[in-house]
């Protein structure tokens, strides 16, 4: 069964000129082109018979020929207040991936995957600790995102109904996208750039670049890729560490691309895109977050335009790894703000549900296993 899926074509897999050409040489006008992407990226439709203005023949050849099963949802988690969902899918060949919703006041963020697994080693990422499997197609990616937009719509239908109003169906289910849940984006480069370039079409779901962040670790070929390509997509570093040595056994990448380099890389991506930067920095107690590697950071820093989010660590069970105290966290930001770096604390979604990519995918493969 599953290699008789894998045959058909991912639908989402398609740009919107690779869909007319396939429509066109179906026999069908173009506007049918129009009208599939439509349904898919504005209606939110996963079913070709719910496409009620396509020819039944047409909608009859789609379903056989094509596929928009790309992910299939295994097991999901809420967070108690009810703000932080982390699915877990299973996509066509059987491997696994996560993604998570975090709803704000003003905001919903889906934190998508771009790799099954992750090949950047990062010893306190649970995703990092795997290995990689294989990269995401652009498909997979996108339709992670319409997953959680559909389930988004289908819960402001249903409030919409309880107060007995009409529901908005043209707003965006999901209004921000994060490229770090597993896997290294940049290290998927040409099936990201076309995830978003599918999510940003006007045609379609129209989600507006500055929207959508990519994080990486600090793949620097990456990282001048996109400042030459002037994709104006929000752009985050991992960095974790002030310094070379301590980098390097937190982010073994940082062995190919130390500090100097990366930071190079970063001023010239501010320079050509003037876009600021965000830095990830992750507290882990006694590791880096003393006063020292604050004031190196401050000094590391200087000068860029950047912002830094400072993230106490979540936990991942078997890790010696513990998350900065609070009072800590509080020196720490302190520092860099006292020097002049914008900094914010990020808060704490999903620690109940283990919101950090990979922990239920680990979960879910020692279930199987104990199944067997």
Known sequence: MVLEMNRRLGLYDLNYEEL?????????????????????????????????????ALRTRLAVESDLALLTPLAEQESATGETRKVLFRLRDGNTIESVLMNYYDRRTACISTQVGCGMGCVFCATGQGGLARNLSAGEIVAQVLYLARELRTAAIGQAQEQGIQADLAAHPVTNIVFMGMGEPLANYAATRRAIETLADDRGYNLGVRHMTISTVGLVPGIRRLAEEGLPVNLAISLHAPDDELRNRLVPVNRRYPLAELM?????????????????????????????QARALATLLDGMLCHVNLIPLNLTPGSPLQPSPREQVEAFRSILEGAGIPTTVRIRRGIDIEAGCGQLRRRQKELDIAAR
């Not at 349904?39 to 996963?46: C, E, F, I, N, P």
């Open 20 to 56: 007319e050409v396939l429509v066109a040489g179906w026999g069908e006008p173009h506007f049918r082109a129009t009208q599939v992407w439509t349904w898919l990226y504005r209606s939110l439709v996963d079913d070709f018979e719910a496409m009620s203005n396509l020819p039944a």
């Open 264 to 292: 190079a890389a970063a001023q010239d991506y501010v320079a050509k895109t003037h876009r600021r930067i965000t830095i990830e920095y992750a507290l882990m107690a006694g590791i880096n977050d003393a006063v020292d």
